[in-house]
């Protein structure tokens, strides 16, 4: 079992910076990709950005060149820099976890992120 929990989300401006927290615990050894995933309430959830243990790395149309996702794999943890947001940023911030090959699967409870005009 692994646990994630997210922190680092708040209110802010057009324009401004939030850095997001993932961090898990449990059996971390088995965690391959780590990613952000977003969703806003009634929609499916989407990708934001996914990084391996190697750090191959994965990102939406949306939010390349304004968003960098990174891992610091001693720390079982992924962030997510999110720069210039913009109000279609706003949304419940999600973080997953996933074995290699996709055999197990979590997700962090959210955290949310709301950018204000």
């Known amino acids: 079992q692994v646990q994630l929990v997210e922190s680092g989300g708040g209110l802010v401006q057009a324009g401004e910076s939030l850095r997001l927290s993932c961090a898990a615990s449990?059996?971390?050894?088995?965690?391959?990709?780590m990613g952000w995933y977003r969703q806003a309430p009634g929609n499916q959830r989407e990708l934001v950005a996914t990084?391996?243990?190697?750090?191959?790395?994965n990102y939406a149309d949306s939010v390349k060149g304004r968003f960098t996702i990174s891992r610091d794999n001693a720390k079982s943890t992924v962030y997510l820099q999110m720069n210039s947001l913009k109000p279609e940023d706003t949304d419940v911030y999600c973080c997953?976890?996933?074995?290699?090959?996709?055999?197990?699967?979590?997700w962090g409870q959210g955290t949310q992120v709301t950018v204000s005009t």
């Open positions: 997953k976890a996933m074995s290699r090959f996709g055999r197990f699967v979590y």
């Open positions: 449990g059996s971390v050894a088995m965690i391959d990709v």
């Open positions: 990084i391996s243990r190697s750090g191959s790395t």
